[in-house]
């Protein structure tokens, strides 16, 4: 079974351009979360979709936002860049509905801003 | 918000021994909580989790116990073993399905 995979690798930008992040989520899963992992820090939780609907989002300002396509995959997308989006993006997928099941991650998007 | 929190940025075992990581979180309607694990260069690796039914999980080398008066949970690794040697988060979720993640742990296990 394939896992998380997201796109690209890495990314470098310059302040003020825009960046999209993509994640297409484990087979079967329908919910996508987004988090961003800062140098040193632990995971902040971004957004998350499930269905193709934004559930929920964390406390970041409107210029991140995203998308969950009709096959579940997701683009996150960050306007305006500032030095401090430089971080780790990490996508994570699990099945819908309701009860408690793991999330799981991909291996990230590593944004850099010059 | 500091909702979930693992107090020790590090924490260092013999090769063989047990390795304790804890977590404390503040939210009372947190009722399934996790431990990822994370080597450099790779995303988060899903370990063990335990539903607030419960107050232990066991698999394998990995139990997790939850204190649910102390709000307080941890991890126990048995036999230690230098492959165990990464980042440990600790993770809560509530009904809303919103998880909220620890700062991590950083284990070395030494041979």
């Known amino acids: 079974e394939a896992g998380v995979t997201q796109s690209p690798t890495h990314l470098i930008k310059t302040r003020g351009q825009q960046a999209t992040l993509r994640c297409s989520p484990i087979?079967?899963?329908?919910?996508v979360y987004w988090y961003q992992q800062a140098l040193g820090l632990g995971l902040q939780f971004l957004l998350w979709?499930?269905?193709?609907?934004?559930?929920n989002r964390g406390n970041f300002p409107p210029r991140f936002s995203g998308r969950q396509f009709p096959n579940y995959s997701s683009e996150l997308n960050v306007n305006a860049l500032e030095l401090e989006d430089s971080a780790l993006y990490l996508c994570?997928?699990?099945?819908?509905?309701?009860?408690?099941?793991?999330?799981?991650f991909g291996d990230g998007t590593r944004l850099s801003i010059l | 918000d500091q909702q979930v929190k693992q107090n020790s940025p590090s924490l260092s075992v013999q090769e063989g021994r047990i390795s304790i990581l804890n977590c404390d979180y503040t939210?009372?309607?947190?009722?399934?909580f996790l431990w990822y694990k994370k080597y450099p260069a790779e995303g988060p690796t899903f370990l063990i989790s335990?539903?607030?039914?419960?107050d232990k999980n066991e698999d394998g080398r990995f139990t997790v116990f939850l204190n649910k008066s102390a709000k307080h949970l941890s991890l126990h690794i048995v036999p230690s073993q230098p492959g165990d040697s990464a980042v440990y988060f600790c993770?809560?979720?509530?009904?809303?399905?919103?998880?909220?993640f620890g700062a991590g742990t950083r284990l070395t296990v030494k041979p």
């Open positions: 087979s079967g899963h329908t919910s």
């Open positions: 993770a809560a979720s509530d009904y809303n399905n919103d998880m909220r």
């Open positions: 979709y499930d269905e193709g609907e934004e559930r």
């Open positions: 994570a997928s699990k099945t819908g509905g309701e009860g408690n099941q793991p999330q799981h």
């Open positions: 335990i539903s607030s039914i419960k």
């Open positions: 939210n009372s309607m947190f009722d399934y």
